[in-house]
Structures are given as C-alpha cells and as structure tokens.
C-alpha cells in the first residue's frame, strides 16, 4: 500500500510503517526516544510495537490513564514531568502509541515541551487512524468542553498498522466508523454508499486508505481551517455538544466520541434539509443508515437545554457566531451557515420521533 504524503510528513501503512520508522530513527539520531502509551495500549500494542522494533530502539515508557475523561491539562502535566525527570531534551522523540486521547495529547505535550519536540503518531484505534492521523490538530479538553486547548503541529510521520484493530470491541469499532461514514457526507456520495452497504465491519480495513486520503485531500487545500477544513466538522458543532454533556454528567453514560457524532449528523442533517436544500429522501437515508447501526440515545428537555447552552464554546464560533456545516446534498456541504434557535427543538424532536 502506498504512502500517504501530507504537506510535511508520509502516513505509512502496514508493511512500510515499522521499516520507515527505523529509517527515520538512523537518519533523525534522537539523544532519546519517548513512547507514550494508556494502560490499554500498553497491554495489548506496546508487546507488538517491541517486537516490531527489536533492538532497533531502547526508550523510556510514560503512562497516562485512558478514557476522553483524562485528557487534560493534568496528564499533560504529568508527561512534561515525567520527560523533564528522565532527561528529555530539544533533540528527543516522542512516540505516541494509542487512540486519540494519546495522539492528540502526546502531540500537544511534545509540541509544546521545551517549546517542540519532535514526535511520531502510531494510532491504534479505527477513530484515530481516520480522524487523527492526518491534520496535525493536537491538544485537551478544558474541562468537559471539548479539545479547547491545542495547537496545530505536525508530526514527522504517521503508522498505521491494521492489526492494531484487532485489539477493539464492537463499540470502539463503530465508534470509528462514524468519522468515515460522515467522510463519505461530506465528499463522496459513492463512498457512502459504500460504506452503508457493509454488513459488518470485518473487512473495514480495506476502506481506512480511502478516508485517510479524503481528509488529507481537504487538509491541504486548508490546513489551518480557514474555509473547505471546515466541512470536517458536519456533525461535530452539535455533536461535540452532546458529548461533553454526557461526559460532565454523573448519572449518564459517556458516549464514544463516534456514538456523539452519529447524533450529531442526524440533527445537523434535519438542519440542512430546512436551510441548505438537502433532498428529504436523502436525510431519511442518512437517519435511517445511521438508527440501524447505532443505538438511540434517549434526550429529557433538560438535557436538550443543557447540550444547547454547550454550543457556544465550539471552537468555529466568531464575533459571537454559531457556525455550522451542512450539506446541499450528500458530498457537497455548506460552511458557515447560522440557525435560527427555533429549528434546534425541531431537530432534536426529528431524532426521537
């Protein structure tokens, strides 16, 4: 499988990804390498990534706890700690080894240890090698409000390793699957398709190539998320919303980042059929593709209240704006649209009916 070539850096698959790595290492001559794991990572893709590796490499181990709950200032500060305790310097590597918790974090943490270091992403889950592997968007969320502080930097390569997959349940699955179907919204109608047509998501690997490419296509045409980046975020405005509420709620289950998403896109596609022109048939199809994968979360008033009141600490607000991105029609969307407050109840009324 082909490389990847991003502005900056090469996202390598499979076969090429460790070879490169050790490549990069002999040519780089870091003074110290770093990997960065959760306690998952550590116990199911660290033993692969060593025996990948050989004597190729010795580097210190840090640990930071896994979960959307632990990515914050607070691990940050136990990395940089850690790093400054074991002797990293200006010329070391960090290796982040996880889902996007620890490539979002440990890409944060690096960039801004020592004012920068170099680091590498390995992403290990489905969500991370589609959504995080390509961007260079690093950070932590400000309390439960979502990746409010961050920096965009970009990494020296990306690996991906399908095996990694092999180590996620059901639910982590489709929670990444989420981000490729809402690539196939946003660019491809044909991909959507696709996509919905799978019965399981046994094979899924072989569509990961294609999303990484859609967004690193995007990505360089506007990597600072200027004007066309912004179509990444159909679904995110409202469904980052839903998510940090469901995190900072004791008596509610969090949600996976996907599983936020997937609302998310069925309301913002109720919005779009109202104020952007998507057909009817195709919001149905879009309700109906997502409902018969995922699993309805159930909404009080309250709760709606709250997730509403959310909405304005998304990061694509200016001059007190709410910017959203719909769609048109499936692959074309729409940047910057306003909504009138009336059509949130309506949309949300649309979800649960």
């Keep these: ?20 790595l050790k490549e990069l290492l002999v040519v780089k001559s870091y003074s110290n390498v770093f990997v960065l794991v959760d306690e998952n990572t550590k116990a199911d893709c660290l033993p692969v990534f060593k025996k990948e590796m050989l004597d190729d490499i010795s580097f210190g181990l840090i640990e930071i706890k896994s979960g959307e709950v632990h990515k914050n200032i607070e691990s940050c500060n136990q990395v940089w700690l850690t790093l400054s305790e074991m002797d990293a310097d200006r010329k070391s590597l960090l290796i982040n080894l996880g889902g996007g918790v620890v490539t979002d974090l440990g890409g944060f943490v690096a960039s801004t240890y020592k004012r920068g270091i170099d680091f590498i992403n390995i992403p290990t889950t489905l969500l991370s090698m589609v959504d995080a592997s390509v961007g260079g968007k690093t950070g932590v969320d400000l309390g439960s409000l979502k990746n409010q502080i961050g920096v965009i930097n970009q990494p020296q390569m990306v690996l991906i390793v399908t095996d990694f997959l092999q180590t996620l349940d059901d639910r982590q699955m489709n929670s990444g699957f989420a981000e490729m179907l809402k690539h196939g919204l946003i660019q491809d109608a044909g991909y959507w398709n696709e996509l919905k047509a799978l019965k399981t998501l046994d094979h899924v690997h072989q569509y990961i190539y294609t999303s990484v490419s859609i967004k690193n296509k995007v990505v360089l045409e506007d990597p600072t998320e200027q004007h066309l980046r912004k179509i990444l975020n159909f679904g995110h405005t409202l469904g980052h919303a839903v998510e940090s509420y469901f995190l900072e709620s004791s008596d ?16 913002e596609a109720y919005l779009s059929n109202k104020l952007t022109g998507l057909p009817l048939d195709e919001l149905q199809d879009i309700k109906t593709t997502f409902l018969n994968r995922y699993k309805k979360v159930d909404f009080t008033n309250e709760d709606i209240e709250a997730i509403l009141s959310n909405l304005k600490f998304d990061k694509k607000n200016t001059h007190g704006n709410i910017n959203f991105v719909l769609l048109k029609a499936i692959g074309h969307p729409v940047i910057d649209v306003k909504i009138p407050n009336e059509l949130y109840l309506e949309a949300f009324a649309y979800y649960k009916d």
């Design 252 to 267: 509610k289950d969090t949600l996976l980042h996907g599983e936020a998403i997937i609302v998310g896109m069925i309301l």
């Design 1 to 20: 499988m082909e490389s990847i070539t991003t502005s900056s850096y090469s996202v390598h698959f499979n076969e090429k990804a460790f070879a490169r």
